[in-house]
């Protein structure tokens, strides 16, 4: 127990506000707040990062600032922290209905404060005038206070067998500029969550209980990661924490009262890393890298445009779909982006394809048609002459598996005979890419090598096993083509919602179902692959 009291001192003592802040409004629900709002940290904040109602009906501002492993000082106070407390106490809550309401005032640092800025609060709650008397309603919460919030999300719950604790270790000393560690995640929020073969069933009350630790447990796993401001590592990980969350409660048929906050709360952590991210792309001289140089990273300079790029594409078709392309101004460079051909496309392997998708979606929702056909038709291609490694290879593995050809230190991580199996696990999807694109004449082209190869996907044996990035249990199904079919056929084919596969509450919220088949390949099977294009794209039309 100490040595995990221990671990989140350190990740407290190194987390910005950024990164604390949704733990933080994980730990007021587990005080039995509600939060209304959580901002996503702009101009437009008022001093208030969070909104929330406390026990007693009492509405209450919070705002974060994040000092770690620092004292706040006098200079900074004057210069900098009075103005931000006269915002949070004398400016009323800019939300719905509440604008005329009285607040509580908190002000909140995950550092400690100079005894010399104690003093000149103490004074001020002395004074008469209006900073002074701003000061007297205000509660300030430092890194002792917060970290007896964290503590109190029972920490105890997390898995303490050896293994797990080994694995907790590698994920946090992580270098944190790499692909996240998804693999190692697994294995310790399964135990966690309860989902792994051998687990015990919890009631509603420990079920909240582990949701709660399983938020903080996650803000600890992406410390290395916040640092060097890896923001697909952080979307990957919240992602992971939401899709477990929905197969906890489809497994154990259980709904708790923290399960619609969190997921509330994973979406406006990943966009607003989405955010930033796209801001990078817009910023950088060179839109099209990315990151790195082309001379030192020449190897994977166009893997990492390729993710990129489905990565911004995934972000463009979700937020037009959800109504929430509001800012032309900063969708515009990304689009810009996405049309950019300065750099060659790396498909690594299939489960690069369902970014591939999305990238394609893009196109056809900004008007590309010629371009988003033209993509279609490629990735179908590559899937039918079985050119690529299977859905189930990582990235990771691929580029291993690369250099080992040309650099005698790697071993391959891939066995010769598995990379030339003729068998696709994401042919199918693809040719009902191009159904669903209108593509008729070109479907009708392509007919003989649809039905001359050979076409697998795995479908889990429960929807809560869908959920998970590794499952055992399951079927691969694969499909035999007739020689001719009506085109209003095919068109109409498996048109029904995939609530046969997937939980209902995945399917609902379709920005995280995209995003799971970005993150876990082989679960991008036709049934879900249709119904995104469905919400995502039909719904408004090319």
Not at 23 to 47: D, K, P
Not at 128 to 147: A, E, K, P, W, Y
Not at 301 to 316: A, E, F, P, Q
Request: hydrophobic share 40%; proline share 4%; aromatic share 12%.
């Amino acid at each position: 127990m100490q040595l995990l009291e221990r671990l989140i001192e350190n990740w407290l003592d190194s987390a910005s506000e950024r990164s604390f802040q949704p733990i933080f409004c994980q730990a007021l629900v587990n005080q039995g707040y509600q939060i209304l709002h959580s901002t996503r940290h702009n101009a437009q904040e008022h001093g208030k990062d969070v909104i929330a109602m406390n026990p007693e009906g009492e509405l209450c501002a919070f705002q974060l600032k994040g000092h770690p492993r620092k004292r706040l000082g006098l200079a900074q106070y004057n210069t900098e922290i009075v103005h931000q407390i006269n915002a949070l106490a004398n400016l009323p809550v800019d939300f719905p209905g509440l604008s005329d309401k009285r607040h509580k005032s908190y002000f909140v640092t995950n550092g400690q404060i100079d005894e010399v800025v104690w003093q000149a609060i103490r004074l001020a709650h002395l004074g008469n005038d209006q900073d002074h008397r701003s000061h007297r309603n205000v509660t300030f919460l430092t890194r002792g206070d917060i970290l007896k919030m964290f503590l109190d999300l029972d920490v105890s719950l997390w898995p303490s067998e050896v293994e797990d604790s080994k694995l907790l270790l590698e994920i946090i000393t992580h270098n944190g500029d790499e692909l996240y560690p998804i693999e190692k995640f697994h294995e310790i929020l399964a135990g966690l969550l309860r989902l792994k073969e051998d687990s015990v069933s919890p009631n509603q009350e420990e079920l909240n209980r582990i949701f709660a630790s399983a938020a903080l447990l996650t803000g600890i796993c992406l410390g290395p990661f916040e640092k060097t401001r890896n923001y697909w590592a952080s979307c990957c990980a919240w992602s992971v924490l939401g899709v477990y969350i929905i197969a906890a409660e489809e497994r154990w048929q259980i709904k708790t009262r923290q399960s619609e906050f969190l997921l509330n709360t994973v979406k406006d952590v990943i966009f607003s890393k989405l955010e930033l991210l796209s801001q990078e792309v817009i910023s950088r001289k060179n839109r099209s890298m990315g990151e790195g140089d082309m001379f030192s990273d020449y190897f994977i300079v166009n893997w990492r445009h390729t993710l990129l790029k489905s990565i911004v594409s995934y972000y463009t078709v979700v937020t037009v779909a959800e109504e929430t392309d509001s800012k032309s101004d900063f969708h515009l460079p990304l689009k810009e982006f996405i049309f950019d051909k300065s750099y060659q496309m790396d498909v690594w392997g299939e489960a690069a394809l369902p970014g591939m998708l999305f990238y394609n979606w893009a196109l056809m929702q900004n008007g590309e048609i010629s371009a988003a056909n033209q993509l279609a038709i490629q990735i179908f291609k590559l899937c039918a002459e079985s050119a690529l490694p299977a859905i189930y290879y990582s990235a990771e593995q691929i580029m291993r598996h690369r250099l080992s050809n040309t650099l005698t230190s790697f071993v391959p991580s891939i066995n010769e005979q598995a990379l030339g199996f003729k068998n696709s696990w994401f042919g199918r999807q693809a040719f009902f890419n191009m159904v669903n694109l209108d593509m008729a004449d070109d479907c009708d082209d392509l007919w003989t090598d649809y039905c001359q190869s050979r076409f697998t996907e795995f479908i889990p044996a429960t929807k809560w096993g869908y959920c998970l990035y590794r499952t055992d249990e399951g079927t691969n199904i694969g499909h035999i083509v007739p020689e001719s079919q009506k085109w209003v056929d095919l068109r109409n084919f498996d048109q029904k919602s995939p609530d046969h596969i997937v939980p209902g509450a995945l399917a609902k919220e379709t920005w995280l179902l995209g995003l799971w088949i970005m993150i876990c390949p082989n679960r991008a099977v036709t049934p879900v692959t249709n119904y995104l294009f469905r919400e995502l794209i039909a719904r408004e039309g090319p």
